[in-house]
């Protein structure tokens, strides 16, 4: 069964970083597709960034590019988020999500999620 713990939240600021960590176990990733999304209150859960766990490509929302950076650890099975030049709407509860390929993120596993707070 995989499990996915999500670390790192916290509150930052406008223009600064925080890095997110979702841990994950249970299984081997290499047929996996990793990936990060948000909600912020009010509003749909969003996609935010992927990354193919066998070869390391990444994907990511408009939103985000240029700024966020996605990449994972194969000795940690870690998978992180490095969120830079934040912005207070990229304030959210971040998930971190499991799939395996070419299934849908709806049937895969989410971890529980980390608070984002960015203040201005």
């Known amino acids: 069964q995989v499990q996915l713990v999500e670390s790192g939240g916290g509150l930052g600021q406008a223009g600064g970083s925080l890095r997110l960590s979702c841990a994950a176990s249970?299984?081997?990733?290499?047929?996996?597709?990793m990936g990060w999304f948000r909600q912020a209150p009010g509003k749909e859960r969003e996609f935010v960034a992927a990354?193919?766990?066998?070869?390391?490509?990444?994907s990511y929302a408009d939103s985000v590019k240029g700024r966020f950076t996605i990449s994972r650890d194969n000795a940690k099975s870690t998978v992180y988020l490095q969120m830079n030049s934040l912005k207070p709407e990229d304030t959210a509860v971040y998930f971190c999500?499991?799939?395996?390929?070419?299934?849908?993120?709806?049937?895969?596993?989410w971890g529980q999620g980390t608070q984002v707070t960015v203040s201005s």
């Open positions: 999500a499991a799939q395996v390929s070419g299934s849908s993120w709806e049937s895969g596993s």
């Open positions: 249970g299984r081997t990733f290499l047929g996996y597709v």
């Open positions: 990354i193919r766990w066998s070869i390391g490509s990444t």
